[in-house]
């Protein structure tokens, strides 16, 4: 018995540290929380739920059925629906069909299911007044895409793993706690909880790493890997913040002209930064008119690195997307045409 | 017989596109290769033999009998000391018994044998005149580095990876070539090699991540796992070297005084600076003083970090290897005492 009120101790201080260090919650901030019914959103609950007085804050929960699993979603949205009434709180409820609408904007259902949250949570929290989403993720979240991430060879920013806080208003004060320590939680306030069992290409590779890679390398490699991978997350999320202010800067001062579709970078200033800046500069510049980073590798902004620098000027080098870079005597031109690239011809500056 | 003459291609191809990226080899230079025996180092030689009358390069060879596995190391020291003769290059033998030097310095095996290596590979280069040591590192050791590392959360300098050239005499051309590769030239040549058989501690697990997590990883999870690690060091390992310039100017700025066991930083300079910043300076500082950062952890760093920003002052914390670090009013101290910090007291300025 003694043991189980040591998990709730635990939870609230862990919690209240990392709502501390990140500074996530100012007192009658009005907190959104998004619940899917599942342990980790659910404890954030109990734990909002226990320290709103203490914080002077009011919550409301937001629920997204994606429509993805029938009925089994209905039922878990009246899961929530029910929870909400419980404790009184305001339950904000948005259907869609998650399918129906990644289909429609060639977008994979991951993406859609996000952009749909995402836009769910910030529309009520700007109709109901709400000053933060708060979100169920865990450490074990984090440490198992800082993995996944750099299997596929990402750099700062997916070593990251997901920030504790974004935009000021997204927070995620369960972000140091395991997983493992979630569900005895539940258990100690003898809570149920919904389980979420879509399998999306995604979630599928999330699974072999949690089920099958995690403990291969906490059972022979490393005990506390969760530990580590966090430790990584945590010095070079930082840091990459850091370079993105510097990034910021110095494209500022690289910066000679910009449209909506075209960036002008001067040459000179460009090719004299250190690798690491142009390349965060060249990536900063397709971003800017191509809207994101898809399809773009370090194979392609290695290469406008070297074009930069190329002796013969007039050279240019075509992207996905119809972006075509351009190198001229004094200027780098980065273009997002809007007709294909073959039908414009080389180079048309 | 054609796919055996492409292997050669192949080596020739990507390991002097490394050497021409990273400015590895100038004309009239005099290069020393590290040769263990082993495939890696014995295909590197084949590889500087066929190009040295095209990079003007003259070549010698140096080899360390670390007499860790006795009659075995003394035949692998022959094995190269008649490689050479073949190829009528001069020979330069060290053996020194790892163990007891080892054992003498309070160091790891391998940390003593790279000390002995590396001081072996200087003073050989000083006295005969070579412009620069070539090893034999190769993209798997580089891929395995960066997981191990990453394994036991690392931060951005292990994530970097094995540096292809290092201090400007350090050069690995082939560390853009995988171990493959290396056994398929090594067959086509018809070149003999020696197995190293030694198993410390960091080999074993080196060889576990080679032979159990890689097979894995490459089989379940991305079959160019090799490739994404080699990109997210080759992105980390420059932004990496570009932080460490910022960090060096920062640090003088912040400097206010330093003597050979003690670092002064203006307090309000360093508490005005980015995490990531603050985090680089509390380390650079506290190795000026101790030599190294062994046994100092995240946790001990941004325990500092609260220290500078704390309110009262006249406080302080004590670190491993008789470190202490003070706040006062306007300085961030960094002290290497050189009695035990309990005699001392708790603080002394």
Known sequence: MNQNKDIEKKIIKTASKTILNHN???????????????????????????KKYEYLITLGIAHINHSLRGKES????????????????????????VGDFAKKNHM???????????????????????SKIALGHNKDDNAELVLM????????????????????????????????????YLKFQNQKYVIDTSNTNKKFLRNRIRNHIFPILKNKYNPAIIESLTR?????????????KQTEI???????????NEVQL?????????????????????????GNLKCITLFHIDSIIKLASSITSGKSLDFPD????????????????????????????
Chains 1, 2 share one sequence.
């Open 108 to 130: 994979s259902i991951e993406d859609a299911a996000r952009k749909i949250r995402y836009s769910f949570y910030k529309k009520i929290c700007e109709k109901k007044k709400y």
């Open 24 to 50: 996530m919650i100012s007192s009658n901030d009005s907190i959104l929380i998004g619940v899917s019914g599942g342990p980790d959103s659910v404890g954030l609950l109990l734990f909002l739920l226990k």
């Open 266 to 290: 001067y040459r000179k200033f460009f090719i004299n930064l250190k690798t690491a800046l142009k390349r965060r500069l060249a990536r900063k510049a397709i971003k800017e008119i191509k």
């Open 74 to 97: 209905d039922k878990d949205a009246r899961f929530v629906k029910t929870l909400a009434a419980k404790h009184n709180l305001p339950f904000f409820l948005k259907k869609k069909n």
């Open 322 to 349: 119809q972006i075509r870079v351009i190198k001229t005597k004094k200027e780098l031109y980065f273009k997002k045409e809007f007709r294909s690239l073959r039908n414009i011809g080389k180079i048309k500056i």
């Open 149 to 184: 991430n750099l299997l596929r060879g990402s750099g700062a920013k997916g070593l990251s793993g997901i920030p504790p806080k974004r935009n000021s208003w997204i927070i995620r004060p369960f972000i140091e706690i395991t997983k493992q320590n979630i569900l005895e």
């Open 232 to 244: 990584t997350a945590q010095i070079i999320r930082e840091e990459n913040q850091w370079m993105e």
């Open 250 to 260: 110095c494209f500022n001062q690289a910066l000679k002209k910009k449209k909506h």
